[in-house]
């Protein structure tokens, strides 16, 4: 080791580290995917089943553009499964058939245990 590499501070030796140094930790994920004429679900959560979100995208062709949204919230997810009717609110913009695919993939994610 280069001994301009090191600097004592009151007795004791530190490495200088370069500030240019980035550290980046990989977290894996699982996801699963539902597409219907008009949209597409993923969903996906952390390894360990932790933070379940759904990535929609609006592909109706009557927009100039595709929109995305991120919907998360456990709470809400099962409150759907549930039939909770402020739940479904959320739900309330989609076409019913995009509606019943959220409902199928999040009963996919439950026998997951991922929510």
């Not at 993923?42 to 360990?48: N, Q, W």
């Not at 062709?61 to 609110?89: A, N, Y």
Request: with cysteine; net charge negative; glycine share 6%.
């Amino acid at each position: 080791m280069n001994p301009l590499e090191r600097i004592q501070v009151n007795g004791h030796w530190y490495i200088l580290e370069d500030s240019d140094t980035y550290e980046f930790n990989i977290t894996e994920a699982e996801s699963i995917a539902l597409e219907t004429d008009t949209s597409c679900f993923e969903m996906s959560v952390l390894k360990g089943g932790l933070y379940p979100s759904i990535q929609y995208t609006d592909k109706r062709v009557d927009r100039p553009d595709w929109e995305e949204e991120t919907w998360d919230g456990e709470v809400w997810m099962r409150g759907v499964l549930e039939g909770d009717e402020h739940s479904l609110k959320q739900l309330e913009d989609l076409t019913k058939e995009d509606a019943e695919a959220v409902k199928y993939l999040l009963s996919k994610a439950q026998e997951k245990e991922w929510i």
